[in-house]
């Protein structure tokens, strides 16, 4: 099945990653810290410029794959 959601998908991954972010912070006190901000930044910055340039070489199911799999090896690299 193929929910799109007009193409609004890659966003709420990153909503996802940015509350587990706020999460993790916050349960560890790392608000303070700036490779904590960094580590939010740097998705922000990468992933909708990945989705447009994989959009147009991958099956959109593929991109959402490797999307959801890179954001969730970066969450537990955090």
């Known amino acids: 099945m193929n929910f799109n959601l007009g193409g609004m998908t890659p966003y709420a991954i990153l909503l996802v990653f940015v ?5 993790i912070t916050n349960e560890y006190n790392l608000w303070r810290e700036s490779s904590a ?3 939010v930044f740097f998705p922000i910055l990468v992933i909708p410029v990945a989705v447009m340039l ?6 959109y199911n593929v991109l959402m794959a490797t999307l959801y799999l890179s954001v969730g090896l970066y969450t537990i690299t955090y």
């Open 19 to 23: 509350v587990w972010w706020g999460f």
């Open 37 to 39: 901000w960094a580590m």
């Open 54 to 59: 994989l959009a147009n070489l991958l099956n």
